[in-house]
């Protein structure tokens, strides 16, 4: 993988639980750096970083209203993750339905 793909990849970005709480706040709603920076114990800097690499991947998008930018969540490249684990849900359903069903038998 290069070093581009490796910067837009959805997996990579949400592999950091920062980054995937950053998510979850914004579905909530929009919001600037400095309100999603209040919310967390890391610095704006920090947050800045995070709201970047989020941006890179295309999991965020921002708007500039006047000096600031507000972020929000672009959930289309989130398919491609939800594609990936929709075959571990179906793996484990059918693992837990074989479980049951063994039980049962016994």
Same mark, same amino acid.
């Given at each position: 993988?290069?070093?581009? /793909? ?12 920062? !980054? !995937?709480?950053? *998510?979850?706040? *914004?579905? =909530?709603?929009?919001? $600037?750096?400095?309100? &999603?920076?209040?919310?967390? !114990? ?13 941006? /890179? =991947?295309? &999991? ?11 972020? =929000?969540? $672009?959930?289309?490249? *989130? ?5 990936? &684990? /929709?075959?571990?849900? =179906?793996?484990?359903?059918?693992? *837990?339905?074989?479980?049951?069903? $063994? &039980?049962?038998?016994?």
């Amino acid at each position: 993988m290069s070093r581009i /793909e490796a910067k837009t990849d959805a997996f990579r970005a949400i592999a950091d639980p920062t !980054r !995937r709480a950053i *998510l979850d706040r *914004l579905r =909530a709603g929009p919001a $600037n750096a400095g309100t &999603l920076a209040a919310d967390f !114990r890391t610095s704006r800097p920090a947050v800045s970083r995070h709201l970047r690499v989020l941006r /890179e =991947a295309r &999991l965020v998008v921002d708007t500039r209203i006047g000096r600031e930018r507000v972020y =929000a969540v $672009n959930p289309m490249p *989130l398919q491609s993750v939800a594609g990936w &684990l /929709e075959g571990y849900r =179906a793996f484990w359903q059918a693992s *837990l339905t074989r479980l049951k069903r $063994n &039980l049962e038998a016994k």
